[in-house]
C-alpha cells in the first residue's frame, strides 16, 4: 500500500486545477486497490470507504501526521465479483456493499462486522444502493430493472419492482424520505411515492408518481437530491426538491422535482411534476457521478479525468485535475470540507475544498465524554462480538412426568405443570430457580396439560386430562376457584390480558369463557368438528381464536356476544396444535393501513410448518367491523422435522416467536422476515416455551421431564426494542391520521390534548390546511395549551428543513449531537444519561451497538424520552418560534 501526502513539482503539475472562487487544493493521494476504484463514500467520523474491481473493499481511517489510513482488519473480500456500490447509512454507522455477484452486504463501520447480506432476485448483478434518509428502508437496483425495497431494520424485503426496462443504473431518496427517484439505461426517471412502494395491502402494485423519458441520451448513470427543500409559507400543500443527473453524455441535467398534495378523494393524494431547471456543460465526455453537497453545490466526475465543482446557479466554480484516467465516483463529507475521487487508476484522491488542511490537521471529529475531549476510536467498538443462544442451565428430573406446560409471569416467577398430575412454582433469582415453599399446587388426579399466569399476576390457570380446570392464587397457593368438571380432558385454559376472562376448551369439541371473580359461564362456543387444541385472546381482549384437530381455527367476537365472525378451514394437514396471538398492536409495517386494526395470529400443526396469519379489521369513523373481518397468511416457517407442539410469541414486542416440535428442536424465527435465527436442540421431544417478559430468557420444557433455561442474545433483545422505535416509516404530514396526530401530541408531551384531537378527529390534513388559530379552536384549547400546540406544529412543518437548510455557524456545542455532531432535530435522553438525536442512537442500535457511544459501556436499555428543554431551547436558536 502506498499513500502520498506531500507533492514533488513534478508530481503537483499533474495536480494542477483552475479553480473560480474555491481554494480546492489535494490533501492526499491514497493508494490500494488492485484494479479500478469503482465506488466511495464517507462514514461517521470521515471515514472513508472504497471498492473496487479487484472484488474488495477498503476502509481508511484519518490519523493526524499520516493522514488516511487503511484499516487493520481491512480489506473486505467478502464479495465474489467486482465491487459496484459504496453506500453509507445516513448517521454513518453502517454502510453497505454491493456487487456483480447479486449481493448487498450490511455492514458495521467500527467493527467491521457483516451485519446481514441482502440478494437481488435472481441473483442478478446490482449496480447501486441507497439508504433512505431516516433509516427505516434500503433500496437495491441492478441489470435486471429491478429496484428492491427493503425494511432496514427486520430485513425483509418488501417489494421488488420491475418497471425499468434497462439496467436500474442509479437511486436516489428525497431528503424527507418521501420519495425515490430511480433510473435506468434507457433514459427513463421514475418518481416513486414511498409510502406506495410500502404498502403492500394493495396487492395489485403501485406505479411511479411521475415517469420522465428521454431524461438523457444514452441512459442515466448517476442521480443525486438536494439536500435543500423548497416549501412556501402560503402554499403549504407544495414542495419542491431539486434533482441533478448525469448519464453516458457530457451533459448533467438539473430537474425541478414539484410535490402537491391532494385531498384522497380526488385521487392518490399525490400529484408530481418533473420540469427541467437547468443544463450544466463543461464535460467533454461522459459524466460517472453527481453528488449534492450540504448546501446546493454539485460535485461531478467524468471520463473526461476531471471533476467539477457547480453553484446553485450552474456555474462550475472549479475544475479538478489529478487523476491519470477516467474518474468513477465522488464523494463528499457532510460538512463539505472533504471530496473523494476514485479513478480506473486505481487511485483515490482527496480533496481539500477550502485549501485550509494538512495530513497534519485534526479531521475526525471529537466526542465530549465527562466534560474532556475524547475520541472514540474506531477499535473501541471491535469488541463488540455477537452473541449467541446460551444454555444457562438444564434442570433434569423437575417433575416426575413429562413437562406439558410452562408460563413465566413478569421475569421473576415460573410455573409449570406436568404429567405426574403435580403445578409447580418457582422464583427467579438473577437467573436461578428455585421452588416456592407452597409448591407443588395439589388438585389435579391426571397429567396436567396446560398452566397460564394472568398478566397482572394475580391468578393461575391449570386444566388437566381428569376434566377439572382450577384458579390458583400464585402468592400462597390456595386454589380460588374451578370449573364444572368435564367428562373429557381440557387440553388449554388461557386468561385474557386484562384477566377478567378465561377460556377453557378441550376433547368436547366446545370452548367456554369463564368470569374469573365469579367463574360463571358467560359464554360457549360451539362449532369445531373435533378436539380443540388451544385457544387465545388478542392482546385488546376483542376476539378469541380456537384451533383444533380438524384442521382450522375459528375467530369469536368478544365485544358481540361471542359471536363466531370466521372459520379458516385447511390451516394444517392432520390438525392444529397450538396458537397465539402477538402482543404488538402497532400496525404491521408495509401490511397495515390507518383505517384498520390488525393483529398477528401464529400456528402450528401436525405438518412440521408454522404459519403467521394477518388478521385485519376494517373501522368506519374508528369503529371496528368485525363482521367484514380479512384473514390471509402472511409467513409459513419451515424447519422443523416433525410435529409441531407449541409456538409462542415473544411477549414485549412480538418480533419473534419460538416454536417447539417432536424434533427435539426449539427454533426463534424473526416475525418479520421469516428468518430462522436460532435452532436450539434438546435431548428429547420438546413440548413447551416461554418467554420472560423482558424477553432476556426462554424456557423450554421437554417430555423426558428436563427444563432448559436459554439466555436470548442482547442483540436479538435489542433489535426488537429498536424496531419498535422505528416502526412507521417517514409520512407525509397530509397523510397523518387521527391516531399519527395523537401518537405526535403525546411525543411532543402534549398528552393532556389527545382526547380534543380524537374528538375533532385532527388528521394530516386539517394540520396541512387549517391555520394555527383554526386548530385551537377545533380543540377548544386557549392560553398556554393553544401556545405550546402552535409552536409544535411550526416546528413539525418547518423544524427539519429549518435545520437542514440553517447556515448559521454560532451553534452551541449542547445543540450537537455527539455522536453526529450536527444540530438535533429531536434530542432524547438514553439510559446513560447522555442526550443523542434520535435517528442518531437508533442507527447505533440498528448497526449492533449496545455500548453508550459516550462511555463505552453496556446500556441497560435501549429506552429513551424526549429532552423537550433542550428541543424547546434549539428551536428558538433557530428562530422557529417567529
Not at 311 to 336: M, P
Not at 420 to 435: C, G
Amino acid at each position: 500500500m502506498k499513500i502520498e501526502g506531500k507533492w514533488t513539482c513534478k508530481e503537483f503539475s499533474r495536480g494542477i486545477m483552475s479553480c473560480l472562487g474555491l481554494d480546492v487544493k489535494i490533501l492526499q493521494k491514497v493508494i490500494g486497490h488492485k484494479s479500478d476504484v469503482t465506488t466511495c463514500d464517507f462514514a461517521a467520523n470521515s471515514t472513508l470507504i472504497t471498492g473496487s474491481g479487484d472484488k474488495t473493499v477498503r476502509v481508511w481511517d484519518w490519523v493526524p501526521g499520516e493522514g488516511y489510513m487503511e484499516r487493520s482488519n481491512s480489506p473486505l473480500r467478502d464479495h465474489r465479483y467486482n465491487v459496484t456500490c459504496i453506500q453509507a447509512s445516513p448517521q454513518g454507522f453502517m454502510f453497505a456493499s454491493t456487487s456483480v455477484d447479486g449481493t448487498a452486504i450490511l455492514w458495521n463501520v467500527h467493527s467491521l462486522d457483516k451485519i446481514y447480506t441482502m440478494a437481488q432476485v435472481n441473483g442478478d448483478p446490482i449496480r447501486v444502493c441507497r439508504f433512505s434518509p431516516d433509516s427505516a428502508l434500503f433500496v437495491t437496483g441492478g441489470d435486471n430493472g429491478a429496484v428492491c425495497i427493503w425494511d432496514l431494520a427486520r430485513r425483509n424485503m418488501i417489494r421488488t419492482v420491475w418497471d425499468h426496462k434497462g439496467a436500474t443504473q442509479s437511486l436516489a431518496f428525497t431528503p424527507d424520505s418521501l420519495y425515490l427517484v430511480t433510473a435506468c439505461s434507457m433514459e427513463v426517471i421514475n418518481v416513486w411515492y414511498v409510502q406506495d412502494l410500502v404498502d403492500t395491502v394493495n396487492e395489485s402494485g403501485c406505479s411511479p408518481a411521475a415517469c420522465l423519458v428521454n431524461a438523457l441520451d444514452m441512459g442515466v448513470l448517476s442521480l443525486d437530491v438536494s439536500k435543500h427543500i423548497e416549501i412556501e409559507d402560503d402554499n403549504p400543500l407544495q414542495k419542491q426538491y431539486t434533482l441533478a443527473s448525469s448519464g453516458s453524455s457530457n451533459e448533467i441535467k438539473i430537474w425541478n422535482i414539484t410535490s402537491i398534495s391532494y385531498p384522497k378523494e380526488r385521487g392518490s393524494g399525490q400529484k408530481v411534476l418533473i420540469t427541467l431547471r437547468n443544463v450544466l456543460e463543461g464535460h467533454s465526455s461522459s459524466v460517472t457521478c453527481v453528488k449534492y453537497g450540504s448546501g446546493e453545490n454539485l460535485v461531478s466526475c467524468s471520463l473526461d479525468k476531471t471533476i467539477k465543482i457547480w453553484d446553485e446557479l450552474g456555474n462550475c466554480i472549479a475544475q479538478l485535475h489529478g487523476h491519470a484516467r477516467y474518474v468513477n465516483c465522488v464523494s463528499i463529507t457532510k460538512d463539505f470540507a472533504l471530496i473523494a475521487s476514485g479513478s480506473n487508476d486505481r487511485q483515490i484522491i482527496v480533496w481539500d475544498v477550502n485549501g485550509s488542511l494538512s495530513l497534519d490537521s485534526e479531521i475526525a471529529k471529537h466526542q465530549k465524554t465527562n466534560g474532556n475531549s475524547d475520541h472514540l476510536s474506531p477499535e473501541a467498538h471491535v469488541a463488540q462480538n455477537v452473541e449467541n443462544m446460551e444454555l444457562l442451565e438444564k434442570i433434569d428430573d423437575l417433575a416426575d412426568g413429562s413437562i406439558n406446560s410452562c408460563c413465566f409471569h413478569s421475569n421473576n416467577r415460573l410455573g409449570i405443570g406436568s404429567g405426574d398430575k403435580s403445578v409447580k412454582l418457582f422464583s427467579l433469582i438473577e437467573h436461578n430457580l428455585t421452588e416456592v415453599p407452597f409448591s407443588p399446587l395439589e388438585g389435579h388426579t391426571y397429567a396436567v396439560n396446560y398452566l397460564d399466569i394472568s398478566k397482572d399476576g394475580t391468578k393461575l390457570a391449570t386444566c388437566s386430562q381428569d376434566g377439572c380446570a382450577f384458579l390458583w392464587n400464585p402468592e400462597n397457593g390456595d386454589k380460588i376457584g374451578s370449573v364444572p368438571t368435564s367428562s373429557l380432558s381440557i387440553r388449554v385454559c388461557r386468561f385474557s390480558p386484562d384477566a377478567r376472562f378465561l377460556v377453557t376448551a378441550g376433547d368436547d369439541e366446545k370452548a367456554f369463557v369463564w368470569n374469573t371473580d365469579t367463574m360463571e359461564n358467560i359464554a360457549t362456543l360451539e362449532g369445531h368438528l373435533d378436539a380443540i387444541t388451544c385457544a387465545c385472546f388478542t392482546p385488546d381482549c376483542e376476539l378469541i381464536a380456537t384451533t383444533c384437530f380438524n384442521e382450522d381455527f375459528r375467530l369469536w367476537n368478544c365485544c358481540d356476544n361471542f359471536k363466531l365472525i370466521h372459520v379458516e378451514e385447511d390451516v394444517h394437514t392432520t390438525g392444529i396444535q397450538s396458537c397465539d396471538f402477538s402482543t404488538n398492536l402497532e400496525p404491521i409495517p408495509n401490511i397495515s393501513m390507518d383505517d384498520q386494526q390488525t393483529y398477528l395470529l401464529a400456528t402450528c400443526g401436525n405438518d412440521s410448518v408454522a404459519k403467521l396469519w394477518c388478521i385485519t379489521v376494517p373501522k368506519t369513523r374508528g369503529i371496528p367491523c368485525y363482521d367484514e373481518v380479512n384473514i390471509k397468511i402472511w409467513r409459513s416457517l419451515y424447519g422443523h422435522g416433525g410435529s409441531l407442539t407449541c409456538i409462542k410469541f415473544s411477549p414485549c414486542l412480538g418480533e419473534i416467536v419460538c416454536s417447539t416440535a417432536t424434533d427435539r428442536q426449539a427454533r426463534l424465527w424473526s416475525v418479520y422476515s421469516g428468518e430462522c435465527l436460532y435452532v436450539l436442540d434438546h435431548n428429547s421431544i420438546v413440548t413447551t416455551c416461554s418467554f420472560t417478559e423482558n424477553c432476556t430468557l426462554l424456557a423450554i420444557g421437554c417430555i423426558d421431564k428436563s427444563l432448559w433455561m436459554w439466555k436470548l442474545p442482547s442483540q436479538l433483545v435489542f433489535q426488537t426494542a429498536v424496531v419498535n422505535k422505528i416502526k412507521h416509516l417517514s409520512k407525509n404530514l397530509y397523510d397523518w391520521s387521527t391516531a399519527d396526530v395523537s401518537n405526535w401530541l403525546e411525543s411532543v408531551g402534549l398528552t393532556e390534548i389527545k382526547i380534543n384531537a380524537l374528538n375533532a378527529s385532527l388528521d394530516g390534513q386539517k394540520m396541512v390546511t387549517f391555520s394555527e388559530e383554526e386548530i385551537c379552536s377545533a380543540l377548544d384549547i386557549d392560553g398556554d395549551e393553544a401556545v405550546s400546540l402552535a409552536k409544535e406544529i411550526r416546528w413539525l412543518k418547518q423544524g427539519d428543513s429549518k435545520v437542514l437548510n440553517s447556515k448559521r455557524e454560532d451553534i452551541p456545542y449542547d445543540f450537537l449531537c455527539p455522536i453526529t455532531h450536527e444540530v438535533m432535530l429531536e434530542p432524547v435522553v438514553c439510559s446513560d444519561g447522555f442526550t443523542y438525536e434520535r435517528r442518531a442512537i437508533t442507527e447505533w442500535f440498528m448497526a449492533g451497538k449496545y455500548t453508550s457511544p459516550m462511555t463505552n459501556e453496556p446500556l441497560v436499555t435501549t429506552a429513551y424520552k424526549m429532552n423537550n428543554e433542550l428541543r424547546n431551547a434549539i428551536r428558538s436558536f433557530l428562530d422557529l418560534d417567529e
